[in-house]
């Protein structure tokens, strides 16, 4: 069974850019979440999908992150203009029951 | 409030000796899983448990609900369990995922 991709690995913009980051869950998993890790911190949740609908999206912000998961499959995670303080790696993981999550390898995002 | 809290934050053993990590909750739960981030950063899944008691090799996790915690048994470490341990918990109907802010190990030869 092939896990979840994650494209880029790796990004490096400036500050004000854009930029967005693509996830494909594992085949079959409805619940789709998008986390940010701050070097020495846990992931965060950015926002999680049920389907291709929103389930909470709180901690999103929302002034310059959108994501989208449009059929329901794969989903995109935009930031648009990147801050300094946007530099982290956002983490991509999916699960079929809602419970037990598998996660992706991550891409590292720098802004300088 | 702090809804998920691990210690101890770090810890260093030498190769061969047995370690037990733990993680505290706030409220209840219905979902926790333990989690291995290597050096390269991607997050291993380890234990899906919400109570009771797993083993898989040498590693096992107790959950123990009603008290609100759960441990996290490394015995025999070696140098591959280097890396950070993640518990996360869930709560809702849509499991609304918290995670910890880790436990660092590092095994020395």
């Known amino acids: 069974e092939a896990g979840v991709a994650q494209s880029p690995r790796y990004k490096i913009i400036e500050k004000r850019q854009s930029v967005a980051f693509w996830c494909n869950p594992i085949s079959g998993h409805a619940t789709l979440y998008w986390y940010q890790q701050i070097l020495g911190q846990g992931p965060k949740l950015l926002i999680q999908f049920q389907n291709n609908g929103v389930v909470d999206d709180s901690q999103l912000p929302k002034d310059r992150f959108s994501a989208e998961r449009l059929k329901g499959v794969d989903s995109t995670l935009k930031i648009q203009p990147a801050k300094l303080e946007d530099s982290a790696v956002y983490l991509c993981a999916s699960t079929w029951d809602g419970y037990e999550q598998y996660f992706g390898p991550g891409t590292r995002l720098t802004v300088t | 409030g702090i809804q998920v809290e691990q210690s101890p934050p770090d810890l260093i053993l030498q190769e061969g000796a047995n370690s037990t990590l733990r993680c505290n909750f706030s409220?209840?739960?219905?979902?926790l899983q333990w989690f291995h981030q290597n050096p390269w950063g991607q997050l291993i899944n380890l234990f899906y448990i919400p109570s009771g008691t797993k083993q898989n090799g040498r590693l096992s996790a107790t959950t123990v609900a009603t008290e609100r915690y759960s441990l996290l048994y490394i015995s025999s470490s070696q140098t591959t369990d280097s890396g950070v341990y993640f518990c996360a918990k869930g709560t809702g109907g849509y499991q609304k995922v918290t995670f910890g802010i880790g436990t660092k190990l590092q095994v020395i030869p």
């Open positions: 409220d209840s739960v219905n979902n």
